[in-house]
């Protein structure tokens, strides 16, 4: 059983365009995560959610939705692609709990690929 | 802001070497500390975790010990192999009013040569 799943893991589209992104997790996880991975590998936050609650809100275009119809779904809609949105989006989820260690499941990625 | 910092790659070593990576992390509060790996094609995989000062995390060989007084999370391997080859990122928890994300390294490339 997959326990973060995301869909699609390639996504290849032009530029204007709107996407969506799926992020998926079966393991009773309070809270998701969306975060970028640009090509030189660097990875940062974008969005977190809890229960549904939008929690956590880098500094991301508005270009980019965050949509959780549940706290076992977390997905990414994207209007108006443009080149530089090209990377691969990886979705997380954590517990939510006191104290630590907070650790967070990933999932495998989608790449996305702007022409 | 809170920072993590590890050494650039590529680091390239023969079957059985040992490995160092070096992470330091500044932060205002009391962070916990990750190793995370990932495969070529692949996502990311947690390695290991330590909570608080003095803790040392552990699996499939790699070990880093949480020292405070440095900062420091360096990630070592008595023995690598070829099936090691990955990216190694440290990353430390910021728990941001309660809710936690992840602050990242920039990643180091192992290479394991037969």
């Known amino acids: 059983d997959t326990a973060v799943s995301q869909t699609p893991k390639y996504l290849v589209t032009q530029m204007g365009n709107d996407k969506s992104i799926k992020c998926e997790q079966n393991?009773?996880?309070?809270?998701m995560y969306w975060y970028k991975q640009d090509s030189k590998k660097f990875l940062k936050i974008m969005f977190s959610?809890?229960?549904?609650?939008?929690?956590i809100n880098e500094t991301v275009p508005n270009r980019f939705s965050p949509k959780s119809p549940d706290k076992a779904h977390l997905n990414l809609h994207i209007n108006s692609l443009e080149l530089g949105d090209s990377a691969v989006y990886f979705c997380?989820?954590?517990?939510?709990?006191?104290?630590?260690?907070?650790?967070?499941?990933f999932g495998p990625g989608t790449r996305l690929t702007v022409t | 802001g809170d920072s993590v910092t590890q050494m650039e790659g590529p680091v390239t070593l023969s079957e059985e070497a040992f490995l160092t990576i070096n992470c330091t992390y500044t932060?205002?509060?009391?962070?916990?500390l990750f190793w995370y790996v990932q495969y070529p094609g692949e996502g990311l995989q947690l390695l290991l975790k330590?909570?608080?000062?003095?803790d040392k995390g552990s699996n499939k060989g790699f070990e880093a010990t949480y020292r405070k007084e440095t900062t420091s999370f360096h990630l070592e391997k008595g023995s690598v192999q070829v099936s090691d080859s990955a990216v190694y990122f440290c990353?430390?928890?910021?728990?941001?009013?309660?809710?936690?994300?992840?602050?990242f390294g920039a990643g180091t490339r192992l290479a394991v040569h037969p």
């Open positions: 997380a989820s954590s517990p939510l709990r006191t104290g630590g260690p907070y650790e967070q499941y």
């Open positions: 990353a430390l928890s910021d728990r941001n009013g309660g809710y936690n994300k992840l602050i």
């Open positions: 393991l009773g996880h309070d809270t």
């Open positions: 932060a205002t509060g009391y962070p916990s």
């Open positions: 330590a909570t608080k000062a003095d």
């Open positions: 959610y809890n229960n549904k609650e939008l929690i």
